[in-house]
């Protein structure tokens, strides 16, 4: 859409809040939003949800189960639920106060690079971060948002027919005990932190997800 | 006519994609712009359309492996061109792909009559803008190095290994004394000392994990028996706590009083604990057997025992014999934390840094605290680092939170 300068913009990314959505139901809608992209029926759409306990599985080899340290029952006795993806990678958990985010958008035609994407999404992280006066950052070859060695937010990216999917998960207030269960992502000796484990302090959802909403449109404008 | 379907460009940087499934398997048929396979590069998976109509006549490369930009992964043949390759050449699939796959083919001929570059000038023009920065910065010939991929290309795994080769052949040569140098020969102990270590470098793959402790709570019950202790003429070191703690861990995180044994590993039942002890001369480990069985004033009296005899050159083979487990302590000369090498065949060791008074936040007030960092080191092939900093975790609780009854 030409504006007023004569200079080509996006239209803006339209926000959608669903609040705590089951892993599987949040698969599926994002599934659906997909094709809806695709086909030019929906913009482009940020989804923010949070998701009860659930560690979600890739699909190469055994898909990270390999990396649950905790026996079944374990999990069953923490209302954790295991849930197998679609998506590569490897095993990754979810859960309260964990700020998870899944942009649905086209990246055809100027913005064909996944690279450019990813890096884009820690960007958005690596800027909220900041608003803490957090000092987030990158590790060569492991993607994420990175405090020291200990990972701040995942990220994993699906894309088809270059729309995307999935996204990222921000440890906000999220209880980091649970990753204990796993080796997250498989990379063993790095820690898991949260914007609270970091500052110390409770940190509201509500001011993280504006904070997230803010970045995502001025990096992704 | 067929179609090549290639490993796509999925971005500047992105040279090389790992296939991660077909969707698609030889014969079925497909439509344009039906997903066909899923790539993934980095953390970006990538569902890739069929770029034509037809049948899946061939697939090139296999679930799970990587291959560079541009390189053919796939062949997408006529809708009928498995039922005239069948008809044909009975011997049936296999040989439709092959012939189907051979049409498009864009490898050069014998005969192609475009000239011949210069292998330098081959790679420089088909190498991807990262190989060549990294070629840049590393100031390496990219014509030396053996390209894998499509038409001989370098791909970024083949200069990463090129330069991993050529940091090894960098080597200089054995050192060569100088006027005035001192030569003495090693003792039998350094050598097996020497042999000792470099075999378990090369055998584990070594990392390391730090935890700090406060030791005020040890601290003030050491105070609180010592005379009790030293009545019965022993000494309650804080070693002693160290390996009891450790024992407990063990019993809770098993897999770090384990030992590989070619793809297996071997849980051992007993909790046999080594404690490094310096000598003059060098280095002994004596064991402490059944350091879970054990209580304090046992373990107490093991350690003062076995470290006596060490110096005294009298232990006996069965005392530095079956340890599963390693506690080192470069604190004791003032270290703050070390970093241990295993003492194969075991699977961790811990080194105990400098037991000291520290400023330390409690309660959100900064006080004098007795403080002291733990550092492990374990088998990463088995032991994966959540695993080890449970076990770190289950010794800083126990120690942090010792029931002075048990003492």
């Known amino acids: 859409m030409p504006s007023s300068t004569g200079i080509r913009t996006r239209p803006e990314v339209e926000v959608r809040r669903l609040g705590r959505v089951p892993y599987a139901e949040a698969l599926a809608l994002q599934r659906n939003l997909v094709e809806e992209r695709q086909a030019g029926r929906v913009g482009d759409l940020l989804l923010l949800v949070e998701h009860p306990h659930v560690l979600t599985l890739g699909v190469r080899g055994d898909g990270g189960r390999s990396h649950i340290l905790a026996p079944s029952d374990v999990l069953a006795a923490r209302s954790v639920e295991v849930f197998e993806t679609g998506r590569g990678g490897d095993i990754t958990y979810h859960g309260p106060g964990q700020l998870v985010g899944y942009p649905i958008i086209d990246l055809k035609p100027d913005r064909r690079d996944v690279h450019r994407y990813v890096r884009d999404l820690e960007e958005v992280l690596i800027r909220v971060a900041a608003d803490y006066g957090i000092e987030a950052g990158r590790v060569s070859g492991l993607t994420g948002v990175w405090v020291g060695s200990s990972k701040l937010a995942a990220i994993g990216v699906r894309i088809a027919r270059w729309v995307t999917s999935h996204g990222f998960a921000l440890n906000v207030t999220t209880d980091l005990d649970y990753f204990k269960l796993i080796v997250p992502c498989g990379v063993a000796d790095r820690g898991v932190t949260s914007l609270a484990a970091l500052l110390g302090r409770d940190v509201d959802q509500t001011d993280a997800e504006a904070r997230v909403v803010r970045h995502f449109r001025d990096v992704f404008a | 006519m067929s179609t090549e379907v290639v490993m796509p460009q999925m971005g500047e940087s992105v040279t090389e994609g790992t296939i991660v499934r077909w969707m698609k398997k030889v014969g079925d048929t497909i439509d344009r712009d039906e997903p066909l396979l899923e790539i993934t590069t980095d953390k970006v998976d990538a569902e890739i359309p069929s770029p034509a109509a037809g049948v899946v006549v061939e697939i090139r490369v296999q679930e799970g492996e990587t291959v560079a930009v541009n390189h053919v992964v796939a062949v997408i043949g006529a809708p009928d061109a498995l039922l005239a390759a069948a008809a044909a050449q009975p011997a049936g699939l296999d040989a439709a792909a092959r012939t189907a796959g051979k049409q498009p083919s864009t490898a050069p001929s014998p005969g192609d009559a475009r000239p011949v570059a210069s292998g330098e000038e081959l790679a420089r023009e088909r190498s991807?803008?990262?190989?060549?920065?990294?070629?840049?910065?590393?100031?390496?010939?990219?014509?030396?190095?053996?390209?894998?991929?499509?038409?001989?290309?370098?791909?970024?795994?083949?200069?990463?290994?090129?330069?991993?080769?050529?940091?090894?052949?960098?080597?200089?040569?054995?050192?060569?004394?100088?006027?005035?140098?001192?030569?003495?020969?090693?003792?039998?102990?350094?050598?097996?000392?020497?042999?000792?270590?470099?075999?378990?470098?090369?055998?584990?793959?070594?990392?390391?994990?730090?935890?700090?402790?406060?030791?005020?709570?040890?601290?003030?019950?050491?105070?609180?028996?010592?005379?009790?202790?030293?009545?019965?003429?022993?000494?309650?070191?804080?070693?002693?706590?160290?390996?009891?703690?450790?024992?407990?861990?063990?019993?809770?995180?098993?897999?770090?009083?384990?030992?590989?044994?070619?793809?297996?590993?071997?849980?051992?039942?007993?909790?046999?604990?080594?404690?490094?002890?310096?000598?003059?001369?060098?280095?002994?480990?004596?064991?402490?057997?059944?350091?879970?069985?054990?209580?304090?004033?046992?373990?107490?009296?093991?350690?003062?025992?076995?470290?006596?005899?060490?110096?005294?050159?009298?232990?006996?083979?069965?005392?530095?014999?079956?340890?599963?487990?390693?506690?080192?302590?470069?604190?004791?000369?003032?270290?703050?934390?070390?970093?241990?090498?295993?003492?194969?065949?075991?699977?961790?060791?811990?080194?105990?840094?400098?037991?000291?008074?520290?400023?330390?936040?409690?309660?959100?007030?900064?006080?004098?605290?007795?403080?002291?960092?733990?550092?492990?080191?374990?088998?990463?092939?088995?032991?994966?680092?959540?695993?080890?900093?449970?076990?770190?975790?289950?010794?800083?609780?126990?120690?942090?939170?010792?029931?002075?009854?048990?003492?």
Not at chain 2, 140 to 161: C, F, N
Not at chain 2, 362 to 369: E, K, L, R, S, Y
């Open chain 2, 128 to 407: 991807s803008p990262l190989v060549r920065k990294i070629a840049k910065e590393h100031s390496v010939d990219i014509s030396q190095i053996h390209g894998s991929g499509l038409a001989g290309r370098v791909t970024k795994h083949d200069i990463l290994e090129y330069l991993e080769h050529e940091g090894l052949g960098g080597q200089t040569g054995p050192a060569q004394p100088r006027a005035g140098d001192r030569i003495e020969k090693m003792s039998v102990m350094r050598k097996k000392i020497a042999e000792h270590m470099v075999i378990s470098r090369r055998t584990s793959a070594h990392v390391h994990t730090v935890f700090e402790v406060n030791f005020s709570r040890i601290s003030g019950i050491r105070e609180a028996r010592r005379l009790e202790y030293e009545r019965a003429g022993r000494k309650l070191t804080y070693l002693a706590f160290i390996i009891k703690a450790v024992a407990g861990a063990l019993q809770a995180v098993p897999l770090l009083n384990s030992s590989v044994d070619g793809d297996s590993v071997i849980y051992h039942k007993d909790i046999n604990i080594g404690v490094a002890v310096a000598l003059d001369w060098g280095l002994i480990v004596p064991v402490v057997k059944r350091a879970d069985a054990q209580d304090l004033p046992a373990i107490s009296g093991a350690i003062g025992d076995l470290a006596a005899r060490a110096r005294a050159k009298q232990l006996t083979p069965d005392d530095v014999a079956g340890g599963t487990f390693t506690i080192t302590n470069p604190g004791m000369l003032g270290a703050q934390f070390g970093m241990p090498i295993i003492n194969q065949p075991q699977s961790a060791i811990l080194a105990v840094g400098a037991i000291e008074k520290r400023p330390a936040v409690v309660a959100d007030a900064v006080t004098v605290q007795t403080m002291a960092y733990l550092a492990l080191g374990f088998d990463h092939r088995i032991i994966d680092g959540a695993v080890a900093d449970t076990f770190m975790s289950n010794v800083k609780h126990a120690l942090e939170h010792w029931d002075p009854d048990k003492a």
